[in-house]
């Protein structure tokens, strides 16, 4: 998918059943490298990212099948440790590869992710936790070359920031590790303990997921394991915004309401009707709102990075002030230029981004910056009058399932050119 075509002023309405977690499935797809044997893994999303994830899996020697949602890994033969650089470019979070490889393996070569999109993307964190389990880490020109001859080693690590990536790559590197490791100031996002379910399922001994405290005693091996993948909170979040931007309403089955609490109160204080059973969501949306907010994301459980994009849309239906402060990544506004091409007047100051007031949006060609960002450019076309094409949609697949589908099938005129 390269662009899409919008006639926008459509009110959505419908159900959606949301897709398993990108965030989540590419975690633990990493980790079946630590089963001698199959792992089952149930509401896996069809995404690009998926299918990078399963190319490096098949790189290192393991068997992979999808059928629909359903992706089987066969780990067995795994006997490679190179994660190619054209790989590791292809997805900046295939870093978390690091730590199954490592430890299944004895070593690891791979490339710096290097920036992405949302600006640069440091690993300092991964590699400080390794080398305290005892990881040699050598750089060989853009080469990053690990091993642990004698086997990875528990430790005590402290994380500086509660990162995402590098508790997931401590915790599955200490899995099948020689001692116990305690991992301090530990990111606590749900997408953790989704990886840390799966692994205990299949034989691990971790305690704490979801605290920022969490231990984890190495065991000799891990067995096959069934499992089935959390929903992802951040798609959930888009769709509803969707009906909200739209003065329509939605009601989205299979959610994880209880990961969404911020997103569910965001909604809430602008004045949507939202309502939930745990399971599903229903959002109806109103021609326009008067709340006035000033959003700051931050780690779990705040209100999350990814979901800034997706809902700030909402503000240019507000007759208020309404901010989001950015204190994730550097460039996560980079998609603020293209929105304003829909005649929104959405001004950045530092690490926020202010809407000044309801504008009626106007359709516009624009071009997708990042994943989220394109996202947001999707709902501001779905709330333009006339007619809007966005380019580089191919952002967009690496985190959402048939949008274009799922957007027509509530009712909104778009199509893939
Ligand atoms: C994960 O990225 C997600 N990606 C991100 O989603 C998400 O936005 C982010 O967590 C925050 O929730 C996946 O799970 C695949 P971090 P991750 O390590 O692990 C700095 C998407 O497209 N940092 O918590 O990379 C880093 O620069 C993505 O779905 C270091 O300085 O996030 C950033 O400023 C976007 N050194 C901050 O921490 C390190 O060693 C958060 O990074 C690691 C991170």
């Known amino acids: ?41 149930h509401n896996c999303p069809d995404l690009t990212d998926v299918d990078a994830a399963l190319k490096i899996l098949i790189m290192l020697g393991c068997v992979c099948v999808r059928d629909e949602t359903t992706v089987i890994v066969d780990a067995s033969d795994a006997a490679n440790y190179e994660i190619s650089k054209e790989l590791m470019s292809e997805m900046r979070s295939s870093v978390v590869f690091l730590g199954a490889v490592i430890s299944r393996m004895g070593k690891a070569v791979i490339s710096y992710p290097g920036g992405c999109e949302l600006g640069p993307r440091p690993i300092d964190l991964h590699l400080s936790a390794l080398k305290k389990m005892g990881v040699s880490v050598n750089d060989a020109d853009d080469r990053l070359i690990c091993s642990a001859s004698g086997g990875i080693r528990g430790a005590e690590i402290f994380l500086t920031f509660p990162s995402v990536g590098a508790t997931e790559n401590i915790i599955i590197a200490a899995c099948l590790s020689k001692g116990t490791t305690v991992i301090k100031n530990a990111a606590k996002e749900p997408e953790i303990s989704d990886l840390c379910d799966f692994l205990n399922k299949a034989g691990a001994k971790i305690k704490g997921a979801g605290s920022s405290t969490v231990i984890i005693e190495g065991v000799n091996k891990l067995h096959s394991v069934e499992h089935r993948v959390l929903p992802d909170r951040i798609v959930a979040a888009t769709y509803l915004s969707a009906a ?43 021609e326009k709102y008067s709340a006035c907010l000033d959003i700051t994301t931050g780690v779990y459980p705040a209100f999350p990075t990814d979901a800034g994009p997706v809902t700030l849309p909402l503000f240019l239906k507000s007759d208020g002030s309404n901010s989001i402060t950015e204190t994730i990544f550097k460039n996560r506004f980079r998609y603020i230029d293209q929105l304003n091409k829909f005649n929104a007047d959405i001004t950045l100051d530092g690490n926020t981004a202010i809407s000044n007031g309801i504008k009626e949006l106007i359709g516009a060609n624009v071009e997708c910056t990042d994943l989220r960002g394109g996202a947001a450019l999707i709902l501001a076309a779905l709330m333009a009058e006339g007619e809007s094409v966005i380019y580089k949609t191919y952002h967009i697949e690496r985190g959402y399932c048939n949008i274009v589908n799922c957007f027509a099938e509530l009712g909104a005129d778009i199509k893939e050119l």
């Open 244 to 286: 909200a931007v739209t003065n329509g309403e939605i009601c989205l089955k299979n959610t994880g309401a209880a990961n969404m609490l911020s997103i569910i109160r965001f909604f809430d204080d602008m004045g949507c009707n939202i309502k939930t059973n745990g399971k599903e969501i229903y959002l109806k949306g109103k």
């Open 1 to 41: 998918m390269k662009t899409i075509k919008v006639r926008g002023k459509k009110r959505l309405g419908g159900c959606l059943q949301v897709q398993g977690a990108k965030n989540s499935v590419l975690p633990i797809l990493a980790a079946t490298l630590l089963i001698n044997g199959r792992s089952v893994i």
